[in-house]
């Protein structure tokens, strides 16, 4: 699932998330790196932090959902 998403990614941003999650550069880093200002790896850092966590928790609501019901189905 991971990688056709950050597949369909605009380069920049999907450059930002392989220095930053792969290689655990800093903002700092990363800006060097991709020859940007501080302030735009700063927000495609944050952009990489907001989508990392609303897919987390979209994936643990279907996960919870698939428990309370047992089979799969989401509950009302």
Do not use: C
Not at 21 to 37: C, F, N, P, R, T
């Amino acid at each position: 699932m991971f990688n056709p998403a950050l597949s369909s990614l605009p380069e920049k941003k999907r450059h930002a998330i392989l220095l930053r999650k792969l290689y655990g550069l800093s903002h700092h880093e990363i800006a060097k790196q991709m020859d940007v200002s501080f302030l735009l790896a700063a927000l495609l850092v944050t952009f990489i932090f907001k989508l990392s966590s609303g897919l987390a928790m979209a994936n643990q609501k279907i996960t919870d959902d698939s428990s309370a019901t047992g089979n799969g189905q989401q509950v009302d």
